[in-house]
T-cell receptor, first 114, second 112 residues
């Protein structure tokens, strides 16, 4: 248990569905991240939030919509996804968002888009 | 951006053997982490080691920041060590450089 939880752990959705991924951190950190891990590819950073403010959007399509209501919770809202969006989505947190702080990861949500 | 190269890409060992995994990076860094990704996808923090040497049980790591590489040593390997090992580096250069850049990983298989 790393102090970062994600729900659901597995999700199957159709291309017309709307769903949300949830992440919660219990470490008192100020920064939270969404990463995408596709088969045979390195982890890709999607979004960064620092003190609830989005500080980076790494050219992510608008069908992915993040929300950070407070420093402990992070959501990723999904709508009209494509089959190529099937991947493992990982949430992480760190004390700060400067790139020099140790990041801790949740267990991930394995998403399949049919 | 920073380039991260890990070697070897794949490694097969017999239980009890020792191994060394390498991570080369292309620029100075403030952060270097080693992770183990288990078969269920969980990334487990092994070391936060932007420089120096650390040890944790059968695992140890050394980062030589001036030469831009890090090594992860696994001694007396066990089948539970199987999985993908990632090196990730981060550097703060002002502005919005918030990224941890990951290597492609080393897939380790330890056979009984």
């Amino acid at each position: 248990e790393t102090g970062v939880t994600q729900t659901p752990r597995h999700l199957v959705m159709g291309m017309t569905n709307k769903k949300s991924l949830k992440c919660e951190q219990h470490l008192g950190h100020n920064a939270m991240y969404w990463y995408k891990q596709s088969a045979k590819k390195p982890l890709e950073l999607m979004f960064v939030y620092n003190f609830k403010e989005q500080t980076e959007n790494n050219s992510v399509p608008s069908r992915f919509s993040p929300e950070c209501p407070n420093s402990s919770h992070l959501f990723l809202h999904l709508h009209t996804l494509q089959p190529e969006d099937s991947a493992l989505y990982l949430c992480a947190s760190s004390q700060g968002a400067s790139g020099s702080y140790e990041q801790y990861f949740g267990p991930g949500t394995r998403l399949t888009v049919t | 951006g920073i380039q991260v190269e890990q070697s070897p890409p794949d490694l097969i060992l017999q239980e009890g053997a020792n191994s060394t995994l390498r991570c080369n990076f292309s620029d100075s860094v403030n952060n270097l982490q080693w992770f183990h990704q288990n078969p269920w996808g969980q990334l487990i923090n092994l070391f936060y080691i932007p420089s120096g040497t650390k040890q944790n049980g059968r695992l140890s790591a050394t980062t030589v920041a001036t030469e831009r590489y890090s090594l992860l040593y696994i001694s007396s390997s066990q089948t539970t060590d199987s999985g993908v090992y990632f090196c990730a580096v981060g550097r703060y250069s002002g502005g919005s450089n918030y990224k941890l850049t990951f290597g492609k990983g080393t897939l380790l298989t330890v056979n009984p």
